[in-house]
């Protein structure tokens, strides 16, 4: 059934395994690794179960591989082995001792069919397939491996959504319905598992239509109650829909400029005119931005799933700040900073880093920051875009995407070309400024220190000090100071004036 190549990594793998049980008990490759490759899907993420001796086979396995080893579990006899090839990056192994005694009691433990199939590496050419996942798979649905599916472990509801968006399955009815039945459940499930599904969700695509999935399993109180609330906010102009359906619509459109300005671009990825006047206005920026993106605050959580996070929490503020002034007009004065601190509140909910958190706080207070920028586009300058790059730093980027996605959201077919191309206008002054003159304009070197001042000046220990110092890098940044006298000259000349 499986015919890979000689010279993969599994087939290494398998070498190195069958060593490893010769005349002993067999080791067989399970769950999601066995779908993808059925898939011819690579696999970095590889599961194991085996009835022998775990830790002996997997520390075996970790030696030969040049891959560290751990126990993850030592009462469930569970472990872990990584190593990185030079070629295909990272891989993690993990073992499990089979816990339903049998091989075909495992897999009838399992979440969904197409998850339940298996190799053993002994005899890696046929399939064992004992809930016919393989059809499943072929027929492209999701079914539930047994009524006790989401009973014994409720996450998978979070699960099931994530893997029907993932590899465009259709869930069963039957299995729809139990997922329903067990969504009160999720409850006893910890939030750092949770959370982990959600990140996955969220740095996937789709992520808008499984927050509709979510909602109509009636999950999405749990997960995220700031969000059910904006689904009683009437739209006010310049937007079109209600905040809630907005806010998906933000989500959506955030992926579509990743589609076109962050991954390898393709024609078909330009889905409107508006996108494809962004492509030509910050092409240029495609390598920079993906080499951006790439990075984790947390090691195993992209930063792209933070900005998808971000774009589902940024009008939540609009809930406790709406107005309505004398003309009958709708008003949110101060929501992305109400929302910034809801944002940071969701991200300690979700167990996130307090660099994740404050991420999501400062993308949030920000992003109506550039559309009050795009208002007056033809005066942004040097300093403009020292000031917005000092007040969000790197988050000023994630505002810029995010921005740019609530516009389109926000106007939809109506939104004007001198509209949007304000926003594109101010959005390549910030990426011209922040990836091709960063340390002239967004953090010029230091001419002077505190000390220096002291020294030379008298000045005395303080707040002014510090005022100073700031007031000197801004004038640096504009062009206006270019060395160490000058500096020296800007503070004299303050001082004079005091």
């Known amino acids: 059934m499986i015919n890979e190549p000689s010279d993969t990594m599994l087939d290494r793998i398998r070498g190195i395994l069958r060593s490893l049980v010769v005349k002993g008990p067999p080791v067989y490759l399970i769950g999601g690794a066995v779908r993808d490759l059925l898939l011819k899907r690579p696999a970095h993420d590889l599961d194991f179960a085996m009835p022998g001796d775990v830790r002996r086979v997997s520390r075996a396995t970790a030696n030969a591989l040049d891959g560290a080893f751990y126990m993850l579990d030592e009462e469930r006899s569970t ?9 295909v990056g990272r891989f993690v192994l993990d073992f499990a001792a089979l816990r339903a005694g049998t091989l075909e009691g495992d897999l009838r433990s399992r979440d969904f069919t197409v998850n339940a199939i298996a190799l053993d590496m002994n005899q890696p050419d046929e399939l064992i397939d004992p809930l016919h996942g393989a059809q499943d798979l072929k027929d492209r ?5 047994s009524p006790r599916s989401f009973e014994d472990d409720p996450l998978r509801v979070l699960r099931g959504v994530r893997q029907a968006l993932a590899y465009s399955f259709r869930i069963l009815p039957d299995t729809w319905h139990a997922m329903q039945a067990a969504a009160p459940q999720l409850e006893r499930v910890s939030m750092e598992r949770k959370r982990d599904e959600i990140f996955r969700m969220a740095e996937g695509h789709g992520f808008a239509s499984a927050l509709r999935m979510l909602d109509q399993l009636d999950v999405l109180d749990q997960l995220f109650p700031e969000c059910v609330q904006l689904k009683d906010l009437k739209p006010g102009p310049p937007h079109r829909l209600d ?5 998906l619509a933000v989500v959506q459109h955030l992926e579509n400029l990743f589609a076109v300005l962050v ?9 409107s005119l508006h996108v494809g006047m962004a492509v030509t206005r910050l092409g240029r920026f495609r390598p920079k931005l993906a080499e951006f993106y790439a990075q984790e605050l947390v090691t195993g959580r992209s930063l792209r799933g933070v900005m998808k996070l971000a774009a589902l929490l940024h009008d939540t503020g609009k809930v406790s700040t709406g107005t309505v002034d004398g003309n009958g007009k709708l008003h949110f004065h101060g929501h992305a900073a109400a929302g910034g601190v809801l944002a940071a509140q969701r991200g300690s909910a979700l167990t996130l880093s307090k660099d994740e958190a404050a991420r999501l706080q400062r993308i949030v207070e920000g992003h109506m920051r550039l559309h009050a920028l795009s208002k007056d586009s033809p005066s942004v300058g040097k300093r403009e875009v020292y000031r917005f790059f000092r007040d969000y730093g790197a988050a000023g980027i994630d505002i810029c995407m995010l921005s740019l996605a609530d516009v389109l959201a926000a106007y939809g077919p109506q939104l004007s070309a001198d509209r949007w191309m304000a926003e594109l206008d101010v959005v390549e002054i910030l990426f011209t400024g922040w990836f091709e003159q960063y340390g002239k304009v967004v953090n010029p070197p230091r001419l002077v220190t505190g000390k220096d001042l002291i020294q030379e000046l008298g000045m005395a220990p303080g707040s002014q000090l510090g005022a100073l110092l700031a007031a000197i890098e801004e004038a640096q940044a504009c062009g206006e100071i270019a060395n160490r006298g000058h500096a020296l000259a800007f503070v004299r000349d303050w001082l004079a004036e005091e």
């Open 263 to 271: 991954d390898v671009h393709h024609e078909d990825d330009v889905a």
């Open 243 to 247: 905040a809630w359906e907005h806010t």
């Open 141 to 145: 649905v999701l079914r539930m491996c």
């Open 79 to 87: 472990a872990r082995v990584i190593f990185h090839d030079a070629e």
